[in-house]
């Protein structure tokens, strides 16, 4: 009987983090990145958000947004694990003029924020290592790799940059 409580509450509390379907849930700005029409030196950004679902309570998404100098809009660089069930690579770049989007509901922290002639001289190098990525067509939850392993893995080839990604970014420290 004790089991079956412990297994309806599980349930539950599972079912009940759930409160949106990721078809449907927020996607909007969150405000927080500078305006790319506005602002016209080089930005670097590294954000942070709750993974989707109940993975939210344990762990992190994270993904890179860099803008060279007068540039329009920002490259986003992040790792999604359906590309991979879809036949894509995990790695993934579009552009946007709002890399600061809601993970699928929820709101993005800042984890980084560099502007103005390090970031310019940054951007090239942290494009080089995205390039080498040696994980770019794989993903894993755990022990990865993952969304966290890529930034932590571009922090540790950009060494400059300084990196510190938060402790629930789970795969932070995959290590092959």
Partial sequence: MNKLILLSTVVLMLIGCQTQDWRTASREPAGIAPDPQQQQEAVIEVYAADAFS?????AVHTWLALKPANASEYIV?????????????????YRTASPD???????????????????????????DAVRSYPYAD???????????????????????????????????????
């Fill in 77 to 93: 660089y992040e790792v999604v694990g359906w590309r991979v069930r879809n036949g894509l690579p995990a790695l993934r770049e």
């Fill in 101 to 127: 989007r809601y993970w699928y509901g929820a709101r993005p922290e800042k984890v980084l924020s560099l502007q103005g002639i390090k970031a310019q001289v940054l951007i090239a190098d942290i494009q």
């Fill in 138 to 176: 794989e993903y894993k939850v755990f022990p990865g790799p993952n969304s966290n392993t890529f930034p932590a893995w571009v922090g540790q080839q950009v060494p400059e940059l300084g990196l510190e990604l938060p402790f629930r970014a789970i795969g932070k420290g995959y290590i092959d």
């Fill in 54 to 58: 109940w993975r939210g309570w344990f």
